[in-house]
């Protein structure tokens, strides 16, 4: 029971190049979120998806597309890195108990040049 | 418009004593709050919540207090590990539409021998 996974750990890309993060979850959770980390800003909310086949604008949407592939899978695209899209990502699920619990995957780094 | 307010960017502790993390918000619609414990390169995990029905909860070393009135919740420690230093995240539940959550931008901890 590998959790939420992320691929890849690290990337840097230079201005204009596009890229998709993977997240993968195997916890059977319906719902899943992208977010980003800053340095004094905490955690924000890009997209997240409620069920497989539909997905909703977060915080900060702008400059991302989302695509839930089926259950399991989440992905975040950038279609041209800027380099205000320097930051760590994490992609979560949530469980469908009350307590309605995130797990986080261990992250991306992203730096755009 | 931060929601959730962790003012206090860091905190140093001696093992052994007393760790409190504070957390202030805004919104009156939020009906769960959720600690999160972040060491550097890993993902978030979840660390003790509390409803907003409830005053404490408690688990192990780990104690969450919340005063609805006042709008602050506080994460106690007791006693604190050198094991605990990590980056510590406050988040809150809203009662309305989808269960996002809105996070706090994180108390570092530094518990020292």
């Known amino acids: 029971n590998a959790g939420v996974t992320q691929t890849p750990k690290f990337q840097v890309l230079k201005t204009g190049q596009s890229m998709t993060l993977q997240c993968a979850q195997d916890m059977n959770h319906n719902s899943m979120y992208w977010y980003r980390q800053d340095p004094g800003m905490g955690l924000r909310l890009i997209y997240y998806s409620a069920s497989e086949g539909t997905t909703d604008k977060g915080e900060v949407p702008n400059g991302y597309n989302v695509s839930r592939l089926n259950k399991r899978e989440f992905s975040l695209r950038l279609e041209s890195a800027a380099p205000s899209q320097t930051s760590v990502y994490f992609c979560a699920s949530r469980t469908e108990n009350f307590y309605n619990e995130q797990f986080f995957g261990p992250g991306t780094r992203l730096t755009v040049l | 418009d931060q929601q959730v307010k962790q003012n206090s960017p860091s905190l140093s502790v001696q093992e052994g004593r007393i760790s409190i993390l504070n957390c202030d918000y805004t919104?009156?619609?939020?009906?769960?709050f959720l600690w999160y414990k972040k060491y550097p390169a890993e993902g978030p995990t979840f660390l003790i919540s509390?409803?907003?029905?409830?005053d404490k909860n408690e688990d192990g070393r780990f104690t969450v207090f919340l005063n609805k009135s006042a709008k602050h919740l506080s994460l106690h420690i007791v006693p604190s590990q050198p094991g605990d230093s990590a980056v510590y995240f406050c988040a809150a539940r809203s009662n309305t539409g989808f269960q996002k959550l809105v996070f706090g931008t994180g108390t570092r901890l530094l518990v020292s021998p």
């Open positions: 509390i409803s907003s029905i409830k």
């Open positions: 919104n009156s619609m939020f009906d769960y």
